[in-house]
């Protein structure tokens, strides 16, 4: 949108042509195009991922899922997160308003930036945050080499 300088009076009716125009061209396409003003999509589940001397550790948004609707998997340097949100039910004789919450089946995998020993991998889960630890294997982690 642009913004109104009205720094000079003679140029007024030109700037109101301006926001005119403007206006009918948002309206022409949001008709055909939908609404111009798109929300941002996100990928679910969102991630932080922080690698450490050790170990990498990533922490997933999952609200409202529970352990057991959860899959976690490393292959080939990969980490996958997987799962699935359950459709809520509303009682008889109720309609949503809203329904932004997305429901279905999910799948996030992203490269691990180091080898992983995958026997140490550990995850725990609270208030809908997935915490997982994914230990550096020996190869991957820093050594110091001395001078001979």
Same mark, same amino acid.
């Given at each position: 949108?642009?913004?109104?300088?009205?720094?000079?009076?003679?140029?007024?009716?030109?700037?109101?042509?301006?926001?005119?125009?403007?206006?009918? $061209?948002?309206?022409?396409?949001?008709?055909?195009?939908?609404?111009?003003?798109?929300?941002?999509? @996100?990928?679910?589940?969102?991630?932080?991922?922080?690698?450490?001397?050790?170990?990498?550790?990533?922490?997933?948004?999952? *609200?409202?899922?529970?352990?057991?609707?959860?899959?976690?998997?490393?292959?080939?340097?990969?980490?996958?997160?997987?799962?699935?949100?359950?459709?809520?039910?509303? *009682?008889?004789?109720?309609?949503?308003?809203?329904?932004?919450?997305?429901?279905?089946?999910?799948? @996030?995998?992203?490269?691990?930036?180091?080898?992983?020993?995958?026997?140490?991998?550990?995850?725990?889960?609270?208030?809908?945050?997935?915490? $997982?630890?994914? *230990?550096?294997?020996?190869?991957?982690?820093?050594?110091? $080499?001395?001078? @001979?």
């Amino acid at each position: 949108m642009l913004v109104r300088i009205e720094r000079f009076p003679g140029t007024r009716s030109l700037v109101n042509e301006l926001f005119d125009f403007e206006r009918d $061209i948002d309206s022409m396409f949001g008709r055909f195009l939908g609404t111009t003003a798109r929300p941002a999509v @996100r990928t679910y589940p969102a991630l932080d991922v922080a690698e450490h001397e050790n170990e990498t550790v990533v922490v997933a948004e999952v *609200p409202g899922l529970n352990k057991k609707d959860i899959k976690i998997s490393v292959l080939d340097g990969v980490l996958t997160i997987s799962g699935i949100r359950k459709e809520r039910v509303l *009682p008889e004789k109720s309609s949503w308003v809203r329904n932004e919450v997305g429901t279905g089946e999910f799948s @996030r995998s992203i490269r691990l930036p180091h080898e992983v020993n995958t026997s140490s991998i550990s995850a725990e889960m609270e208030n809908g945050v997935l915490r $997982i630890v994914l *230990p550096k294997a020996e190869a991957a982690k820093p050594r110091e $080499i001395s001078i @001979r």
